[in-house]
């Protein structure tokens, strides 16, 4: 890889691990189902005027959208404003790479190493360790927002193997039209939960800083991000790009602690490096046991329509997605996300 394209990499981490600041900077002026549909308004309009059809079944679109947009977001913002810190949602939500690896094994009849386990199980310690921190942060109100987002993570595992089943042939495109799913969906909640005049009100009052939030999360993490992303797998192999990914986290908490006073506490620190160790664990290293369903979850590509993974021969770049890990808000390949 360049120094060019490694640089991009980061970018793209940078972009996503932030843009749970953003998210969390938005809910201060908007109910959360609310904003998270206004999110897919942003990132859906006008992009989906520009980059062509998804080249996927519209059944998948409809699936990816419900179950990324609608439930993946919908939890995490409702976990995020009801106590969940910025940086924290950022680290918990990478639990769904083991989420990812379940429901591969239920619904693709794959099986995984050794290896791969031990890093998953590695994984889930870090994720109970956030537990304990969270609990300490607040008692059992926070955990019951901590709770949403691994839910969120849940979510986020099961639009993964949904991606990987619709297989679309570029990663921006793919995104562009699975936002345009969310909105009525999610309108119609906010409506029912929320209130019309609450979102309506919030209209009315939304500040130069919620209008910034909106714009980031939906422009510069979705459509920069997952750009940026895709031009990368059309370079290198989605092994070498995946790695990247796992730098989230940590400019997720980071940029909470620089931008929103969040502590990193010890506990946050272990869990970190718990969570991101199982999974670099779990996605590195390993290979296909032979007579699955597909590649083991976390290999770093997604295999092409016809059979074939990484780059792409004389006819052009094999088609790959990026990899369910540690996408952060932004809908990670996982921002996905």
Same mark, same amino acid.
């Given at each position: 890889?360049?120094?060019?394209?490694?640089?991009?990499?980061?970018?793209?981490?940078?972009?996503?691990?932030?843009?749970?600041?953003?998210?969390?900077?938005?809910?201060?002026?908007?109910?959360? $189902?609310?904003?998270? &549909?206004?999110?897919? !308004?942003?990132? %859906? *309009?006008? @992009? /989906?005027?520009? #980059?062509? =059809?998804? +080249?996927?079944?519209?059944?998948?679109?409809?699936?990816?959208?419900?179950?990324?947009?609608?439930?993946?977001?919908?939890?995490?913002?409702?976990?995020?404003?009801?106590?969940?810190?910025?940086?924290?949602?950022?680290?918990?939500?990478?639990?769904?790479?083991?989420?990812?690896?379940?429901?591969?094994?239920?619904?693709?009849?794959?099986?995984?190493?050794?290896?791969? $386990?031990?890093?998953? &199980?590695?994984?889930? !310690?870090?994720? %109970? *360790?956030? @537990? /304990?921190?969270? #609990?300490? =942060?607040? +008692?059992?109100?926070?955990?019951?927002?901590?709770?949403?987002?691994?839910?969120?993570?849940?979510?986020?595992?099961?639009?993964?193997?949904?991606?990987?089943?619709?297989?679309?042939?570029?990663?921006?495109?793919?995104?562009?039209?699975?936002?345009?799913?969310?909105?009525?969906?999610?309108?119609?909640?906010?409506?029912?939960?929320?209130?019309?005049?609450?979102?309506?009100?919030?209209?009315?009052?939304?500040?130069?800083?919620?209008? %910034?939030?909106?714009?980031?999360?939906?422009?510069?993490?979705?459509?920069?991000?997952?750009?940026?992303?895709?031009?990368?797998?059309?370079?290198?192999?989605?092994?070498?790009?995946?790695?990247?990914?796992?730098?989230?986290?940590?400019?997720?908490?980071?940029?909470?602690?620089?931008?929103?006073?969040?502590?990193?506490?010890?506990?946050?620190?272990?869990?970190?490096?718990?969570?991101?160790?199982?999974?670099?664990?779990?996605?590195?290293?390993?290979?296909?046991?032979?007579?699955?369903?597909?590649? %083991?979850?976390?290999?770093?590509?997604?295999?092409?329509?016809?059979?074939?993974?990484?780059?792409?021969?004389?006819?052009?770049?094999?088609?790959?997605?990026?990899?369910?890990?540690?996408?952060?808000?932004?809908?990670?390949?996982?921002?996905?996300?």
């Amino acid at each position: 890889m360049s120094a060019r394209h490694f640089g991009l990499a980061v970018l793209v981490a940078a972009l996503w691990g932030v843009s749970f600041v953003a998210i969390d900077a938005g809910l201060e002026h908007c109910p959360p $189902l609310f904003f998270c &549909a206004l999110r897919f !308004v942003a990132a %859906a *309009v006008p @992009a /989906v005027f520009l #980059v062509g =059809r998804p +080249g996927v079944s519209w059944r998948w679109v409809v699936a990816g959208g419900l179950v990324l947009g609608g439930l993946q977001f919908g939890l995490l913002f409702e976990g995020m404003r009801a106590g969940m810190p910025a940086g924290l949602s950022s680290l918990v939500l990478q639990g769904q790479a083991v989420f990812t690896a379940g429901f591969a094994a239920v619904l693709l009849r794959e099986r995984f190493t050794g290896r791969r $386990l031990v890093g998953l &199980a590695v994984a889930v !310690v870090g994720i %109970a *360790v956030a @537990a /304990v921190d969270q #609990v300490d =942060r607040g +008692g059992a109100g926070p955990l019951g927002a901590f709770a949403l987002v691994v839910g969120a993570a849940a979510a986020f595992g099961l639009s993964n193997v949904i991606t990987r089943k619709a297989a679309p042939p570029d990663a921006l495109r793919w995104m562009v039209w699975i936002s345009v799913v969310p909105p009525l969906p999610l309108g119609v909640l906010s409506v029912l939960t929320e209130g019309a005049h609450t979102d309506l009100r919030a209209l009315g009052h939304f500040s130069l800083t919620g209008v %910034a939030a909106l714009l980031y999360v939906a422009w510069g993490a979705t459509l920069v991000g997952y750009g940026l992303w895709g031009h990368l797998l059309r370079h290198h192999d989605a092994s070498v790009v995946a790695p990247f990914a796992l730098l989230v986290p940590v400019f997720g908490m980071s940029s909470a602690w620089l931008l929103r006073g969040e502590a990193i506490t010890p506990l946050a620190a272990v869990a970190a490096v718990l969570v991101i160790t199982g999974i670099a664990l779990a996605s590195f290293g390993g290979r296909r046991v032979a007579g699955t369903g597909g590649p %083991a979850a976390g290999e770093g590509a997604v295999r092409d329509a016809d059979g074939r993974g990484g780059r792409g021969g004389a006819d052009g770049p094999a088609r790959t997605t990026p990899r369910p890990l540690g996408a952060g808000a932004a809908g990670t390949p996982g921002p996905q996300r």
